[in-house]
């Protein structure tokens, strides 16, 4: 047996659980207090999460229990249900479609009926009208004043209910597609007439859902602001009818010459029926189709029961005419720079305005003749389909521009739009830069392989020469030397050469830089030769001389408001490298530019893969551009600066210079008084390398023909030997007034006069 011990036991155990002894620790009071509110607010949150729930159980059951009274069975229920999902995915979706149009909505806090369109008379520089460009509106005819007829056709073609919906056809717009559907294709539109005008006025014409969406909320905004009447007027004046005439009185005025309020029957039929596809069915282009559709809304007109057919039978017999505006050459690619201008320095709020242009129509069609005929005779075996072409006088005055072969094809502006590499064109800056920075054109560079980098140019005959004369290298269009010449004068320099002569895009710093590998625009081109052309100003390319307000008022004049011409090259520089470009055309690769008895500079561009082909050149009374090549960059068939382009600059400026008081070129004399005689050209020896320099002489063209055969004799022989071994072959060349005999032991040439 154990002993037992007092104190022990379960009674003892259970007495020490109940009675404790009292905690007088001051440190554990702060803890204990702590642990009582925890249970406090665990308690709170508890209670009160089980009454909101017990109080949404009994609510919701007696929201059931009360429902249970409107409960619908079968048929009913199904309704119902369909209803309710439509509901409220009508009330999403019209959320998401307000939340599309609101920026729509932005365009009628302005004055949304006063257009922002400018309406543009152009001039050419003798003062005769030569086309119109923006918007062509006549908006004066009253809606009470027009043939009842007109509005009749126009009702019934698009938008037979347009006096009984709010702006929106519902039941026109079921129609259409029903018909669409059934025939697979898009044959009636769903949009009524106050839709069209939110279009017109608001809108551009993409085919998305997000515009339609904003057309027809703004169509209902329309119809909330103004009456019928005036939506139906608004239509009338503002809806596009082809030819750049806006509304029927601008339209009656271009294809009938007559005011809207006299047309005819068959007229206004024509009229109506434009507003569907005013290009397709525009009667000056499409005579038949025009007809066709006019018979169209002839028909709609009995079928909405606005006439009968005994009414309209007169008009299908005898169809409307109009004007013939099919013989009318238009300068288009000019209309549009022009335009473009007009936006750019237009001043004051009046769009409506008559501008004065720098345009020779006489020159604008010989270069349209000189390009397409070089297209004609050689785009196929050339594999080239486009061309561009500037002309400018040496001020920079715009007298012609051809931006493709054809506007109606292409409304794209190669001219002025087309970026293309320039190829040997961009030298003359790589030489004036090496000009002003020490060189001169006797300095001496060496020809021969170089790498910058993993690049390696090479010449076009993948041949070298050794040491050559900035001179030779320029007129003989060597690769290597400009970029030699780069690396002492540095291309930002180039850069900013060509920037201060006229070049506006970007060029990029790169080693090809001085081969023209950086793209360029044919009238930035143009502009920066004629500053060769003059003496060294600055002739930003212009085709505005002055502009009018509708008041007749002249509110901007180039002589007055344009920019200032300032001496950007150094003369005797720019003179320096004008005779260089002279030679290039005597001698060099612009050959196929020589005028006879014109004293005429240029340089022709020839890029990689032969993609670019160009000659600029320039003479005392004008400078010229002139590009050809693909739109989508393919190659051509080895067209070179020097053949093509040269020939179509030769051909202009042949037609140019006749009858034409020829100028003379700073720096080579003023002796050019007469039309038909300019300085002609011989090489006098400078440096023993026959290059010389150009003097003027009045010398007829076929005796330096026979100079320049000389020289070239001279070269071939002094390259077989050494110059002073050398004994070159006699010869004897005969031309008018003179016998040149050449065959002297150091290689000169004798010259003595015949009868």
Do not use: C
Request: no cysteine; net charge positive.
């Amino acid at each position: 047996m154990f002993g037992h011990r007092p104190g022990s036991g379960i009674g003892a155990r259970k007495r020490n659980s109940i009675v404790s002894e009292p905690d007088n620790d001051p440190a554990k009071r702060p803890r204990k207090r702590f642990s009582a509110r925890l249970l406090a607010a665990d308690a709170f949150i508890d209670t009160t999460v089980w009454r909101i729930g017990d109080w949404l159980s009994r609510t919701f059951s007696g929201y059931a229990r009360f429902m249970r009274r409107f409960r619908l069975r079968g048929p009913a229920r199904g309704a119902n249900e369909l209803l309710s999902e439509v509901f409220t995915l009508g009330m999403a979706g019209a959320v998401v479609m307000l939340a599309f149009a609101l920026p729509a909505f932005e365009e009628t806090r302005e004055d949304w009926r006063a257009t922002a369109d400018y309406s543009i008379t152009i001039l050419d520089r003798y003062g005769k009208e030569v086309g119109k460009r923006g918007m062509l509106l006549d908006d004066s005819v009253p809606l009470e004043e027009l043939p009842d007829y007109l509005v009749k056709a126009a009702l019934a073609t698009e938008d037979r209910r347009f006096f009984d919906h709010f702006g929106i056809d519902v039941i026109g717009t079921f129609r259409a597609l029903l018909e669409n559907v059934r025939a697979r294709t898009v044959v009636q539109g769903g949009s009524s007439i106050t839709q069209q005008l939110a279009k017109n006025l608001f809108l551009s014409n993409e085919r998305t859902l997000q515009r339609k969406i904003k057309e027809a909320f703004l169509a209902m905004w329309l119809e909330a602001n103004l009456t019928k009447r005036d939506i139906l007027k608004l239509y009338l004046d503002r809806a596009y009818m082809g030819g750049g005439a806006f509304g029927v009185g601008a339209a009656s005025k271009f294809y009938f010459n007559k005011s809207v309020k006299d047309i005819s029957l068959p007229e206004a039929a024509m009229l109506a029926g434009l507003f569907k596809a005013p290009t397709r069915y525009a009667p000056h282009i499409d005579l038949p189709a025009a007809r066709a559709r006019a018979n169209e809304v002839l028909s709609n007109m009995v079928e909405a029961g606005f006439m009968t057919e005994g009414q309209v039978i007169g008009a299908r017999r005898n169809p409307a005419s109009v004007v013939d505006r099919s013989k009318q050459e238009l300068p288009d690619y000019f209309l549009d720079f022009v335009f473009d201008e007009i936006k750019r320095i237009a001043p004051g709020p009046d769009h409506v305005l008559t501008v004065k242009s720098t345009l020779d129509v006489d020159l604008q069609k010989t270069a349209d003749e000189a390009v397409e005929s070089s297209l004609r005779q050689y785009g196929r075996p050339y594999g080239v389909k486009q061309a561009a072409m500037v002309v400018v006088e040496p001020d920079g005055a715009l007298r012609a521009i051809v931006g493709g072969r054809d506007y109606d094809s292409s409304q794209f502006n190669r001219a002025t739009d087309a970026l293309r590499q320039p190829g040997s064109s961009f030298k003359p800056f790589v030489y004036m830069t090496a000009f002003m920075h020490g060189f001169s054109p006797k300095s001496v560079v060496r020809d021969g392989p170089i790498t910058i980098g993993h690049w390696s140019p090479r010449n076009y005959g993948r041949s070298y020469s050794g040491p050559v004369t900035l001179t030779n290298a320029l007129v003989r269009s060597i690769n290597t030397i400009p970029v030699r010449l780069s690396l002492k004068i540095g291309r930002k320099n180039i850069i900013e050469t060509a920037k201060r002569m006229g070049i506006r895009s970007e060029l990029r710093n790169d080693a090809s830089l001085p081969i023209g590998t950086s793209e360029v625009t044919a009238i930035d081109m143009a502009g920066a030769y004629a500053v060769i052309a003059n003496g060294g100003r600055k002739a930003t390319p212009y085709a505005i001389q002055t502009i009018l307000n509708s008041s007749g008022d002249v509110v901007w004049e180039r002589e007055r408001d344009g920019p200032r011409r300032e001496q950007v090259m150094p003369p005797d520089k720019v003179h320096e490298l004008a005779e260089i470009l002279t030679q290039v055309v005597e001698r060099g690769t612009g050959r196929r530019a020589r005028l006879e008895g014109i004293l005429a500079g240029g340089k022709t561009g020839t890029t990689q893969a032969y993609r670019d082909a160009w000659f600029i050149g320039f003479t005392g009374n004008y400078v010229a551009s002139v590009w050809f090549g693909n739109d989508d960059y393919t190659s051509t068939r080895r067209l070179t600066g020097g053949s093509l382009p040269a020939m179509t600059w030769n051909a202009f400026m042949k037609v140019a210079h006749a009858n034409v008081k020829l100028k003379a070129m700073p720096g080579f004399g003023d002796n050019a008084d007469e039309p038909g005689q300019d300085p002609a050209l011989v090489a006098s020896g400078g440096d023993g390398s026959g290059e010389g320099t150009l003097r003027n002489f009045s010398l007829p063209q076929k005796s330096r023909e026979v100079l320049a055969e000389i020289e070239r004799l001279m070269r071939e022989n002094i390259t077989r030997a050494d110059s002073r071994q050398a004994v070159l072959k006699p010869m004897r060349v005969t031309g008018p007034g003179m016998t040149v005999v050449a065959g002297h032991e150091d290689g000169a040439a004798a010259t003595r006069q015949t009868q």
